[in-house]
T-cell receptor
Framework: AQRVTQPEKLLSVFKGAPVELKCNYS??????LFWYVQYSRQRLQLLLR??SRESIKGFTADLNKGETSFHLKKPFAQEEDSAMYYCALSGREYGNKLVFGAGTILRVKS | GAVVSQHPSWVICKSGTSVKIECRSLDFQATTMFWYRQFPKQSLMLMATSNEGSKATYEQGVEKDKFLINHASLTLSTLTVTSAHPEDSSFYIC??????????????FGEGSRLTVL
């Protein structure tokens, strides 16, 4: 079965501090991992995906198959990063359905 | 590009009535549309996968007779909540994957529809 776990409901950091949003997953095949973000009063949108191996808005995430993790990191948080972040997983073995974690609210304080 | 629009944004109805929510991809064709439900302060729960021209695939525990999904074209999917009850009150979100991208996992989300059943 597919499962995504985000252990923190809320992460509060000061501006300029490093950020790490945790995500662990359970999947029996070859998963694709994503981070989606929802800013206040906006719709959900894709932030990044593991296959792209890119940095978006200073965020990066590395897929660690050994630890089944896909943590989202940013070295220096900005106030505009405050949002709800969802880790998500899909895979061909389950019809490419996207399954979401519970989400983590990131609050960046000035 | 890649805009998904839902209508209505919010709806209030009486218990026992049916409510239809539309999901449209405005500037692209969607192979597949997904319907999610979100309770307050909780994650998105996948309800069903909607493929154009075929029957929707429902997730375990989701009543197909309760939540009717029709995917009439590559740009429109509808969710009808039949004989709505107060426990059906929720935020319903649709998403779509682009035809030319295939099933890459990137989804484009609608703004959501808030249903309140009195």
């Amino acid at each position: 079965a597919q499962r995504v776990t985000q252990p923190e409901k809320l992460l509060s950091v000061f501006k300029g501090a490093p950020v790490e949003l945790k995500c662990n997953y359970s999947y029996s095949g070859s998963p694709e991992l994503f981070w989606y973000v929802q800013y206040s009063r906006q719709r959900l949108q894709l932030l990044l995906r593991h296959i792209s191996r890119e940095s978006i808005k200073g965020f990066t995430a590395d897929l660690n198959k050994g630890e089944t993790s896909f943590h989202l990191k940013k070295p220096f948080a900005q106030e505009e990063d405050s949002a709800m972040y969802y880790c998500a997983l899909s895979g061909r073995e389950y019809g490419n359905k996207l399954v979401f974690g519970a989400g983590t609210i990131l609050r960046v304080k000035s | 590009g890649a805009v998904v629009s839902q209508h209505p944004s919010w709806v209030i109805c009486k218990s026992g009535t049916s409510v239809k929510i539309e999901c449209r991809s405005l500037d692209f064709q969607a192979t597949t549309m997904f319907w999610y439900r979100q309770f307050p302060k909780q994650s998105l729960m996948l309800m069903a996968t909607s493929n154009e021209g075929s029957k929707a695939t429902y997730e375990q525990g989701v009543e197909k007779d309760k939540f009717l999904i029709n995917h009439a074209s590559l740009t429109l999917s509808t969710l009808t909540v039949t004989s709505a009850h107060p426990e059906d009150s929720s935020f319903y979100i649709c998403s779509a994957s682009r035809l030319e991208l295939g099933n890459t996992g990137e989804l484009f989300f609608g703004e959501g529809s808030r249903l309140t059943v009195l």
